[in-house]
């Protein structure tokens, strides 16, 4: 099946039910816009203070935070409602109180708007039908992306809820995919600690470390969970990828191996290299991963900060990585005959070449930039980059086939990067990779 055919389904996710006919049936009474717009003004002057963080949030704000909530989600659930104008509303009204100007100040406020930005989405989502008012729940489900920046609690809790349980459908659990990317970062930790930076006895620490570890963790068991396709047919494997690359994208925002990984004490909490070193393993995925979702993986691996944590097997990421850029210029030059054609007989291309292969070639460079303190990585990482480049620039810069002989070298060179064994980590035991 070829990525366009993928990318038509995605589109059907995306909008899926905004072309159905609305039946007949029992649904949820629509607020009255006139009613949310004046509670929202009459909290309009403290609502600005806490967003400004000039003042501390007390336990009475709950009732701005939530007249703030219902007027951007409830408005979905308004028919004729300008939708576009909802989202970019309520992405101002986030950003506003997510500055970083007096910071501290406004986290009790935050927590106080997560909370119930998390109720109001949950009160839509549980009252309309998907066969009945597919705009409403398509609507307030891509709100969830920008609910997620405020990094909080209660909006983590819905998301990973709606991703685990099996009555949510693909549509709703596609944005809360989505969503999760909006939590990373990880708080990466510090093992060398001059300043206190990594203390394991700090409530704070401990919280967004769990935090994260579970927003990760969700991830990782989306992604990892075996599928058995052999009666399913070509559109819903198709749909299946496709979200399964959605949750890729997320993970591999993480910027860090894991949440915490070291050997003394012995501390393991949201794991992320083993589930996007999976990801490229010939074999390792059921059903096998595509090369759009290994790209998103690769990329993840490349970003990855692993200076303060020495437990991380870098070799075996850069190994990884290097069999799939291999992968990458093979399923290119397969695919040219099919798009560096003219006339009736071009095609649609796999996947989008020139933008992916400046992603890989700009991702060797944070590669070989992140083992900087890694002697023997730094080593491997950079003779990759070089034989990588060579290759990568033909497709990003000339959109031409690439040289056989420089694909040998790559393919040799990779070969020689191959580590001893396929443990993520040094000591803390995960399942092996399969190398070959």
Same mark, same amino acid.
């Given at each position: 099946?070829?990525?366009?055919?993928?990318?038509?389904?995605?589109?059907?996710?995306?909008?899926?039910?905004?072309?159905?006919?609305?039946?007949?049936?029992?649904?949820?009474?629509?607020?009255?816009?006139?009613?949310?717009?004046?509670?929202?003004?009459?909290?309009?002057?403290?609502?600005?203070?806490?967003?400004?963080?000039?003042?501390?949030?007390?336990?009475?704000?709950?009732?701005?935070?939530?007249?703030?909530?219902?007027?951007?989600?409830?408005?979905?659930?308004?028919?004729?409602?300008?939708?576009?104008?909802?989202?970019?509303?309520?992405?101002?009204?986030?950003?506003?109180?997510?500055?970083?100007?007096?910071?501290?100040?406004?986290?009790?406020?935050?927590?106080?708007?997560?909370?119930?930005? #998390? !109720?109001?989405?949950?009160? /839509?989502?549980?009252? $309309?039908?998907? @066969? =009945? &008012?597919?705009?409403? %729940?398509?609507?307030?489900?891509?709100?969830?992306?920008?609910?997620?920046?405020?990094?909080?609690?209660?909006?983590?809790?819905?998301?990973?809820?709606?991703?685990?349980?099996?009555?949510?459908?693909?549509?709703?659990?596609?944005?809360?995919?989505?969503?999760?990317?909006?939590?990373?970062?990880?708080?990466?930790?510090?093992?060398?600690?001059?300043?206190?930076?990594?203390?394991?006895?700090?409530?704070?620490?401990?919280?967004?470390?769990?935090?994260?570890?579970?927003?990760?963790?969700?991830?990782?068991?989306?992604?990892?969970?075996?599928?058995?396709?052999?009666?399913?047919?070509?559109?819903?494997?198709?749909?299946?990828?496709?979200?399964?690359?959605?949750?890729?994208?997320?993970?591999? #925002? !993480?910027?860090?191996?894991? /949440?915490?990984?070291? $050997?003394?004490? @012995? =501390? &393991?909490?949201?794991? %992320?290299?083993?589930?996007?070193?999976?990801?490229?393993?010939?074999?390792?995925?059921?059903?096998?991963?595509?090369?759009?979702?290994?790209?998103?993986?690769?990329?993840?691996?490349?970003?990855?900060?692993?200076?303060?944590?020495?437990?991380?097997?870098?070799?075996?990421?850069?190994?990884?990585?290097?069999?799939?850029?291999?992968?990458?210029?093979?399923?290119?030059?397969?695919?040219?005959?099919?798009?560096?054609?003219?006339?009736?007989?071009?095609?649609?291309?796999?996947?989008?070449?020139?933008?992916?292969?400046?992603?890989?070639?700009?991702?060797?460079?944070?590669?070989?930039?992140?083992?900087?303190?890694?002697?023997?990585?730094?080593?491997?990482?950079?003779?990759?980059?070089?034989? #990588?480049?060579?290759?990568?620039?033909?497709?990003?810069?000339?959109?031409?086939?690439?040289?056989?002989?420089?694909?040998?070298?790559?393919?040799?060179?990779?070969?020689?990067?191959?580590?001893?064994?396929?443990?993520?980590?040094?000591?803390?035991?995960?399942?092996?990779?399969?190398?070959?």
């Amino acid at each position: 099946m070829r990525f366009a055919f993928s990318i038509r389904w995605a589109s059907f996710l995306l909008f899926a039910g905004l072309s159905l006919i609305l039946i007949a049936g029992a649904a949820a009474q629509p607020p009255i816009k006139e009613n949310l717009k004046k509670a929202y003004n009459e909290i309009d002057a403290r609502r600005r203070e806490l967003n400004n963080g000039n003042v501390e949030a007390k336990k009475a704000d709950k009732a701005v935070a939530d007249a703030v909530a219902e007027w951007h989600i409830y408005r979905a659930m308004i028919k004729f409602e300008k939708i576009d104008l909802v989202q970019i509303e309520f992405n101002n009204e986030i950003a506003s109180v997510m500055d970083k100007k007096n910071a501290t100040t406004k986290r009790a406020y935050i927590d106080l708007l997560g909370a119930a930005c #998390a !109720a109001k989405m949950k009160d /839509v989502l549980e009252q $309309a039908d998907l @066969k =009945i &008012e597919p705009s409403t %729940v398509i609507y307030a489900a891509q709100m969830m992306p920008t609910m997620a920046k405020l990094k909080q609690e209660n909006v983590s809790n819905l998301l990973v809820s709606l991703i685990e349980d099996p009555k949510t459908h693909d549509v709703v659990r596609l944005h809360a995919l989505k969503a999760l990317k909006e939590t990373m970062p990880v708080r990466i930790q510090k093992d060398v600690i001059p300043l206190g930076e990594d203390d394991l006895k700090s409530n704070d620490q401990n919280a967004k470390r769990k935090h994260d570890s579970k927003n990760v963790d969700t991830l990782t068991k989306y992604i990892n969970r075996p599928i058995n396709v052999q009666n399913m047919d070509a559109d819903a494997i198709a749909t299946m990828k496709f979200l399964r690359r959605e949750a890729i994208v997320s993970l591999a #925002a !993480a910027g860090a191996p894991a /949440v915490h990984a070291r $050997a003394k004490p @012995k =501390i &393991e909490e949201g794991l %992320v290299a083993p589930t996007l070193m999976k990801v490229l393993a010939k074999g390792a995925m059921q059903p096998p991963a595509s090369l759009a979702e290994k790209i998103e993986a690769a990329a993840g691996l490349c970003a990855m900060e692993y200076r303060y944590m020495p437990e991380y097997h870098a070799e075996l990421g850069i190994y990884l990585v290097g069999q799939t850029v291999i992968e990458f210029v093979n399923q290119y030059n397969k695919d040219y005959i099919n798009f560096g054609v003219f006339g009736k007989e071009k095609r649609v291309p796999y996947v989008g070449w020139k933008a992916d292969g400046k992603r890989l070639r700009d991702g060797l460079g944070q590669l070989a930039a992140n083992a900087k303190e890694n002697p023997a990585a730094e080593k491997s990482a950079k003779e990759l980059q070089a034989k #990588a480049k060579r290759l990568l620039d033909r497709i990003v810069n000339d959109y031409q086939q690439t040289d056989a002989e420089f694909i040998e070298d790559l393919n040799r060179v990779v070969g020689q990067l191959r580590p001893k064994d396929g443990y993520t980590f040094k000591t803390i035991k995960t399942s092996a990779i399969p190398l070959d």
